[in-house]
């Protein structure tokens, strides 16, 4: 088939591609510079060059690849540090899952694209249930209002969409090349023990490696169901009092420092403690039973191994 990734250069969108193309699909990847179009070809994708907020732009870069099925992997978060102030670094981002969808969409209708399959997340969006068909947290903390409304806003434009089969993925956390999660620099912010463990620690985190992201929005081309939305995560999620101390074990650190919740709010804000004591994880069986699809990495435990080793051989090298 041929394929539209809008977001081709990004932590998901390299292996996506990749794994596009060795499911012998044919590719047209975006980037909004000439600059990274060299990645998307040397992947064997073609560029197309546009920014998401152009509507005439994404308009005509749709209209000339010609498309059986849009992905849509854009977010802006290459570079953001400052989490305390949440909805602001996310800002871009929630332009992108509101303006952006619909302008793609609308696109995509215009093109006669069958299928169109969108990014979500399920990393802190839940209220304590964590099945799809369970409603998302009505009332988070202030500081994620918005982002959670862009949120609920992109899987109402896809999942309803008129003329085409809307699908929306809800990944979990990331982890893996090319993410935040386990760079260079988080690795020493660990090491250095300057990532606290607040509260008791007892927020659920769901995450999954990229590469078993991409697997899985493969497998939502042959086997999704139109209008459904999936969580991809691990088959593992777990308490941050658990996940953060084996990562600064993984990494050669002494345990993490604790920081009670009331000093936490004070310096990271209400919304970072609630990612840290009060998230609830996610489940992937609906995944795993309609797209046909298991992650490779089932847990984070040796998905974070094995990425902190790779990491560590390529710093000695
Ligand atoms: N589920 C999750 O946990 C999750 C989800 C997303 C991101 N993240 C994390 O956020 C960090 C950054 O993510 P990332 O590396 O994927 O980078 P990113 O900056 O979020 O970019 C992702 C993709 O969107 C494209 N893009 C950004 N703004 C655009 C715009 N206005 N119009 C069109 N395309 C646009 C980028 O293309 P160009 O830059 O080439 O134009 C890139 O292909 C990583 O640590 C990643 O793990 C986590």
Redesign the pocket.
């Known amino acids: 088939m041929r394929i539209f990734v809008?977001?081709?250069?990004?932590?998901?969108?390299r292996p996506l591609v990749a794994a596009l193309i060795a499911a012998g699909h044919s590719v047209v990847g975006?980037?909004?510079?000439a600059a990274?179009a060299a990645?998307i070809r040397r992947m064997g994708a073609e560029p197309a060059i546009?920014?998401?907020?152009?509507a005439p732009a994404i308009r005509a870069a749709v209209l000339a690849a010609k498309p059986d099925v849009i992905i849509d992997?854009?977010?802006?978060?290459?570079?953001?540090t400052d989490l305390r102030h949440f909805d602001r670094a996310f800002a871009?981002?929630n332009r992108?899952r509101t303006q952006?969808t619909d302008f793609l969409l609308a696109a995509a209708r215009e093109a006669g694209v069958k299928r169109f399959i969108a990014?979500s997340?399920c990393?802190w969006t839940y209220e304590p249930i964590k099945a799809e068909a369970d409603p998302l947290d009505l009332d988070p903390p202030e500081e994620l209002r918005r982002t959670l409304d862009a949120i609920q806003y992109l899987e109402d434009a896809v999942t309803s969409s008129a003329n085409l089969e809307g699908i929306v993925l809800r990944?979990?956390?990331?982890?893996g090349p090319?993410?935040?999660?386990l760079?260079r620099a988080m690795i020493e912010q660990v090491r250095r023990r300057r990532v606290p463990l607040i509260g008791g620690g007892g927020g659920m985190w769901s995450f999954?490696h990229?590469d078993d992201?991409a697997a899985a929005t493969v497998a939502a081309i042959e086997r999704g169901t139109s209008g459904e939305i999936y969580n991809i995560v691990d088959d593992e999620p777990a308490p941050v009092g658990e996940w953060l101390p084996a990562l600064a074990t993984l990494v050669g650190a002494r345990p993490p420092i604790r920081v009670p919740a009331w000093l936490g709010r004070l310096f990271a804000g209400e919304h970072l403690v609630s990612m840290m004591t009060e998230v609830q994880a996610s489940s992937n069986a609906k995944a795993r039973r309609e797209l046909g699809w298991q992650p490779a990495h089932p847990s984070w435990r040796q998905g974070f191994a094995e990425v902190v080793s790779g990491a560590t051989a390529q710093h000695a090298a």
């Open positions: 809008a977001g081709a250069t990004g932590a998901v969108g975006t980037t909004r510079t990274k990645i546009a920014d998401g907020l152009d992997e854009m977010t802006d978060l290459a570079g953001v871009t981002t992108l952006g990014q997340f990393g990944y979990g956390s990331f982890y090319d993410t935040g999660m760079s999954i990229v992201a």
